[in-house]
């Protein structure tokens, strides 16, 4: 996980097109410049990073599903909630779950736990946009292969 570039994902772990389900895994760095003000003396990763990690793990889902046909933009996020303090060098398992793709959008449930214990959950909904409309298809694919995703599809066919 990088915090201050915003890779928050290390590796996707599982993903079931059939079921509409992934799963991944980051740890938080020791050491990060967001910790300096995040807080001094008590750094906890801000609430805003574990969902930024939650709709990426979605969007991973989603392009799984739609196999790079749209790439994924957070548009909202419903009922979050935070139910624990995130400290450096925490292992996450994140998961996401899609419930609607279709007519640009894209709606998933997704959680954040750690040590088994649960760390934030939330839904999101994502709009969907043809790579043929954006310049971002071969940047999104690299990072999805960086962190495993085709292989997670390739074990899932």
Do not use: W
Not at 50 to 71: H, K, P, Y
Not at 73 to 83: E, N, P, T
Not at 142 to 152: I, N, P, S, T, Y
């Amino acid at each position: 996980m990088l915090l201050e570039y915003f890779q928050m994902i290390d590796k996707v772990e599982a993903v079931s097109l059939r079921d509409g389900k992934l799963k991944a895994r980051s740890v938080v760095p020791e050491k990060s410049p967001v910790f300096e003000g995040h807080f001094p003396g008590m750094p906890l990763v801000p609430g805003v990073l574990l969902i930024e990690t939650m709709a990426q793990a979605s969007g991973m889902l989603v392009l799984a599903v739609t196999d790079f046909a749209a790439m994924p933009f957070l548009m909202s996020v419903d009922g979050a909630k935070m139910r624990t303090f995130v400290e450096p060098g925490a292992v996450l398992d994140i998961e996401a779950d899609l419930e609607h793709d279709g007519s640009g959008f894209a709606v998933t449930k997704a959680r954040i736990t750690s040590g088994g214990k649960k760390v934030c959950d939330c839904q999101l909904k994502l709009r969907t946009m043809p790579f043929n409309e954006i310049p971002l298809a071969d940047i999104v694919r690299k990072r999805a292969e960086e962190v495993g995703l085709m292989d997670a599809i390739a074990a899932n066919s």
